[in-house]
């Protein structure tokens, strides 16, 4: 039987994934990762988080361990945040949290040491060609490039499965597959793990709806069962992501100016408060307003007026060093387009569009309007059926736009 970690946050979601663990007849050791951020201002508790999940570890006499990776959340995520916002970008720190912190340094230091590491994340792992049944069940599989021919199957199940060293399409690789759970699907925030990270993960629950986890832990008696599920950036915990910018780069008076008519229409604190496709907290009358374009340099903010304006959307946008989890898109991209769909945030649906590479980079193209592509955000791209995540790249500007 594998050694398995279980990577609780003492929320709902990951004490079912070790409820799972040992009704299948495992005894993981739990790791609770400490990553918020010390000091007087900027105080993130983790109690009632250790708390809950020594509830956890008792009730099915477990040990627990925390792991303290606060210098390196800072170092690595924090800094990437900061760098990313004084470039006028939009960053999605939970998205390299995961692939710097809970799935990197968390790695290194404890990770290495087990068969596997599970988590409370809403996706699945997907085989691409059959393979044989594995504890009684078969697993998985991608019966070719485009279409899905298999079910869902709890990753708990996969003991066993013979995983090759490296990425690849090939027979044995696995793919980063999406929730049952459209509303609570996670693979964007996991789309730029490594080949080698999603190899050593598993997800028990994604094969789940969230009300069935619910309904699980209920029944199962679990501490965190009723505790409301978290909200906002991973490391911020209870404090306003405007303080903590405000903090690390203070307060600077600019312009906020109508795109269409070029005149001033109030003012801002510094553009590094404000996204591309933000309506609420910009303080103007006569709404609504959203933000269509920032002028780093200037500190301007430009904005457009009214729920139909057009300006908030876009057809088109390019990825930045495009990060495959499996296998890269063929060459032949360059003169043929490819059907898939996509995310630029954490919404619960997907987009369906095209997928093309020039010089530039991958270009997505959608006939439906997009809101809000926000630069520095990460564009999430899928098959057209939204079953597999082939990875992300950092939305970008057009050279000559």
Not at 23 to 28: D, F, N, R, S
Not at 202 to 228: D, N, T
Not at 256 to 272: P, Q
Not at 283 to 311: C, E, R, Y
């Amino acid at each position: 039987m594998k050694n398995i970690a279980v990577l609780i946050s003492g929320g709902v979601d990951s004490a079912v994934v070790v409820h799972q663990l040992c009704e299948h007849g495992y005894k993981p050791d739990l790791h609770y990762i400490k990553i918020g951020m010390e000091g007087e201002d900027s105080s993130c508790t983790a109690e009632e988080d250790i708390e809950l999940s020594q509830a956890t570890a008792r009730k099915y006499g477990l040990k627990l361990e925390v792991t303290d990776l606060q210098k390196e959340y800072w170092e690595q995520v924090v800094g990437y945040a900061i760098g990313r916002v004084k470039q006028g970008l939009t960053p999605n720190p939970d998205v390299m949290c995961n692939r710097l912190i809970k799935f990197g340094a968390f790695e290194e230091r404890v990770g290495k040491y087990y068969d596997l590491v599970a988590t409370g994340h809403y996706a699945t792992r997907k085989a691409p060609l059959p393979a044989p049944p594995v504890g009684g069940r078969a697993l998985p599989f991608l019966l070719n490039d485009v279409e899905l021919k298999t079910e869902m199957l709890e990753d708990i199940a996969l003991e066993g499965e013979a995983l090759p060293p490296t990425g690849g399409a090939g027979r044995g690789a696995i793919f980063l597959g999406t929730a049952n759970d459209p509303v609570k699907d996670q693979t964007d925030f996991l789309a730029q793990l490594s080949y080698e990270q999603l190899s050593h993960t598993i997800f028990p629950i994604g094969h789940l709806m969230k009300e069935e986890v619910r309904e699980i832990a209920v029944k199962a008696g679990l501490p965190s069962a009723r505790r409301k599920d978290s909200q906002g950036i991973c490391f911020l915990g209870k404090i306003d992501y405007n303080d903590f910018l405000r903090k690390f780069m203070g307060e600077q008076e600019g312009r906020v100016i109508d795109i269409e008519t070029g005149k001033i229409v109030g003012h801002h604190r510094g553009f590094w408060f404000h996204t591309i496709g933000q309506r609420k907290g910009l303080g103007l009358s006569g709404g609504p307003w959203f933000v269509v374009k920032k002028n780093v340099k200037k500190n301007i903010i430009f904005v457009a007026h009214g729920w139909d304006t057009q300006l908030q959307y876009g057809h088109d946008f390019r990825l930045a060093d495009m990060h495959f989890i499996t296998s890269p898109f063929p060459a032949s991209l360059k003169e043929e387009e490819m059907p898939i769909s996509f995310k630029v945030r954490h919404v619960d649906h997907f987009m369906p569009g095209i997928i093309t590479l020039d010089d530039e980079g991958y270009h997505i193209h959608s006939d439906e309007p997009i809101q809000g592509i926000a630069p520095g955000q990460f564009g999430c791209i899928y098959d057209a059926n939204h079953q597999i995540c082939y990875g992300s790249g950092e939305i970008a500007i057009y050279r000559d736009r």
